[in-house]
């Protein structure tokens, strides 16, 4: 599904990932963890086109398309989607709006007319309902006060309404109460198919509990380092990252 | 300054006037307000002429002559082209226990020029008067130019007031979150305004006015 190979990229000239490669196959789970800094949200920013990073080496091919060729958009409407490390404030523009609009452009993408209004206050109650979202919620502004859970929370019923083939969970575990995890990780796995897959990024553990990955994989100082089963998680909640200064 | 008629238009006790000024290349209007009335009034500049060069000098005054007044004003410019908008405002608290708001907003483009200018001034036996006054513009182009000039002369001291000023550029983290959900940078930029917008327009009270002035909006985005 997804091919990394040898990327290199920078922000504001500085250089951020330095050869980074990773295959990622249908139906798998992909953890990534790493020190702070190491260039897990740059990556997320990468694969999703922000304009702030430059690729200066490598490529990356999606569902047998150059993925760096795209705009963010055609990105997210081929199936990338993020669940944002810092989730964006939105004034004025209300959950529910953004979705139609959100919904309709990738179903238009897909050569599919647009819901019905019916239709898709059918397929948000439902979506509501799989990651126990809040009706309150997704009647106000986007993100605007939430909470620090409410704000994750409101990234994942977002995934649950736009369904993407790759999925890459930047620490959305982080500010999420213990029941919310639960229930949030609970939903990332019913909306797992034999024909998506999914990138998490997390320092804990924990998460990992619930959404078990296939691999495990350490990304220090722009590259992967190490790749482990779901057992080198366990490993690094008990020694830490003091391997790689050896 | 223009030569147009200066309207003179006195609330009287207790009246609840509404006013729309949908551009009008040059409104003049002096307002009194008697012993509880309230004056709601907007200015809008909008429109989506091929010419995109028109001028709109708008100068409103509004005097509250008598206690337990409300005078609340909104305005909006959506500017391209070579158009340009100047707005100002007097608002007098010239007797104490009154209300004023002021909200007014700007979105420019190309080589497009607005300017409000608020001046609000409350005498010194005007206690008890809550003033505010708040303009947002946002600037599309490099070109683009709004000019702010708040002007607060409060000689009470048993008063809230406060004025609020900024000019910025689309929020660009907003657009790429939209656009990571696959909305276009367009539309997205769209929505966003819409949004900017709507604290104005959703405080007329004719609905088909504010549908329509949203329609507008859009074909001129
Ligand atoms: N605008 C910028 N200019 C210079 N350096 C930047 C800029 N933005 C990010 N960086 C740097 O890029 C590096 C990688 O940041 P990134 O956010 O990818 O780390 P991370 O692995 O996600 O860390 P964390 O675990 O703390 O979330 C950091 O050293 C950061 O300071
Ligand atoms: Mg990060």
Partial sequence: MLEIKNLHASIAGKEILKGLNLTIHEGEVHAIMGPNGAGKSTLSNVLTGHPAYTVTEGEVIFRGKNLLDMVPEVRAREGIFLSFQYPVEIPGVSVVNFMRTAVNEKRQHEGKQPLKAAEFLKLMREKKALVGMDNKLTNRSVNEGFSGGEKKRNEIFQMAMLEPCLSILDETDSGLDIDALRIVAEGVNKLKTPHTASIVITHYQRLLDYIVPDFVHVLADGKIVRTGSKDLALELEANGYAFLNN | ?221
Avoid at chain 2, 27 to 45: D, K, M, V
Avoid at chain 2, 65 to 71: E, G, P, Q, S
Avoid at chain 2, 151 to 165: C, N, P
Wanted: glycine share 6%; charged share 20%.
């Fill in chain 2, 1 to 221: 300054m223009s030569k147009a008629i200066i309207q003179h238009i006195t609330l009287s006790a207790g009246e609840t006037r509404e006013v729309v000024i949908l551009n009008q290349p040059n409104a003049q209007y002096h307002f009194i307000q008697e012993e509880g009335s309230t004056l709601r009034l907007h200015i809008l500049c909008l429109t989506d002429s091929q010419t995109a060069d028109e001028q709109w000098q708008s100068s409103i005054t509004v005097e509250q002559n008598a206690t337990n007044c409300r005078t609340l004003l909104y305005g909006m410019g959506l500017l391209h082209g070579t158009q340009q908008a100047h707005i100002r405002t007097a608002v007098l608290h010239n007797v104490g226990d009154g209300y004023s708001s002021q909200l007014f907003k700007f979105v420019l483009d190309d080589q497009a020029k607005g300017a409000f200018r608020g001046e609000l001034k409350i005498l010194p036996n005007a206690q008890q008067v809550e003033a505010y006054q708040t303009n947002r513009n946002i600037l599309l182009s490099r070109q683009a130019e709004m000019l702010t000039e708040p002007q607060l002369e409060i000689y009470a001291d048993d008063v809230k007031a406060s004025h609020g000023a900024t000019t910025g550029q689309l929020d660009e983290s907003a657009i790429f979150y939209m656009q990571q959900r696959g909305i276009d940078r367009d539309t997205a930029a769209k929505l966003l305004l819409c949004a900017f917008f709507d604290e104005v327009l959703n405080t007329l009270s004719d609905t088909e006015l504010q549908e329509k002035l949203v329609e507008k909006i859009n074909t001129i985005l």
